[in-house]
T-cell receptor, first 112, second 114 residues
Framework: SQTIHQWPATLVQPVGSPLSLECTVEGTSNPNLYWYRQAAGRGLQLLFYSVGIGQISSEVPQNLSASRPQDRQFILSSKKLLLSDSSFYLCAWTGGVHTEAFFGQGTRLTVV | DQQVKQNSPSLSVQEGRISILNCDYT??????FLWYKKYPAEGPTFLIS?????DKNEDGRFTVFLNKSAKHLSLHIVPSQPGDSAVYFC?????????????FGKGITLSVRP
């Protein structure tokens, strides 16, 4: 069966520090991978979307970047965190069009 | 531009009664629709989906209705239970290109009173 792992679950980082959140999927190949952010009262905002290795679509301009070094690995990064980057970050995968997305457990990032 | 809209931020219903959660979309290329349930500090979990070739899909206490001409869908929960209290997200996608990614609404907070 397919599983998705996202870590860490919580993270407290100082302003200006780098960020690396990792997401891996098991039990499937060539998944579509997503990074979402849930800010209070703003629902699920799509940040990045990837249909294959090295293929990243950015949905909103921001202080973050994403990479997909391997088929089932998706990484969310920042070189210098801002206070406004504090949020709940979610990784998800789908098997293709017209399939449901499966989410990781999320990472609560607090920038102090 | 919000392509998937959940205009009511919250809903409160009595246990045992029906909960009706509404969702509207603007992109006519969307042809697959989903509902997710989310508890605090957890990832959303998939509830039910519907393809645009149907107007109704039922799974236990959950039924999703789709009105393509109105670009509107709704989730009915009958009977509502206290454990249904959560945030519910509507999502949509299409077949091709940029439309194939899942787009979510802002969510509705459902409270079921015992």
């Amino acid at each position: 069966s397919q599983t998705i792992h996202q870590w860490p679950a919580t993270l407290v980082q100082p302003v200006g520090s780098p960020l690396s959140l990792e997401c891996t999927v098991e039990g499937t190949s060539n998944p579509n991978l997503y990074w979402y952010r849930q800010a209070a009262g703003r629902g699920l905002q799509l940040l990045f979307y990837s249909v294959g290795i090295g293929q990243i679509s950015s949905e909103v301009p921001q202080n973050l970047s994403a990479s997909r070094p391997q088929d089932r690995q998706f990484i969310l990064s920042s070189k210098k965190l801002l206070l406004s980057d504090s949020s709940f970050y979610l990784c998800a995968w789908t098997g293709g069009v017209h399939t449901e997305a499966f989410f990781g457990q999320g990472t609560r990032l607090t920038v102090v | 531009d919000q392509q998937v809209k959940q205009n009511s931020p919250s809903l409160s219903v009595q246990e045992g009664r029906i909960s009706i959660l509404n969702c509207d979309y603007t992109n006519s290329m969307f042809d697959y629709f989903l509902w997710y349930k989310k508890y605090p500090a957890e990832g959303p979990t998939f509830l039910i989906s519907i393809s645009s070739i149907k107007d109704k899909n039922e799974d236990g206490r959950f039924t999703v209705f789709l009105n393509k001409s109105a670009k509107h869908l709704s989730l009915h929960i009958v009977p509502s239970q206290p454990g249904d209290s959560a945030v519910y997200f509507c999502a949509a996608s299409g077949k091709n290109g940029a439309n194939s990614k899942l787009t979510f609404g802002k969510g509705i907070t459902l409270s079921v009173r015992p």
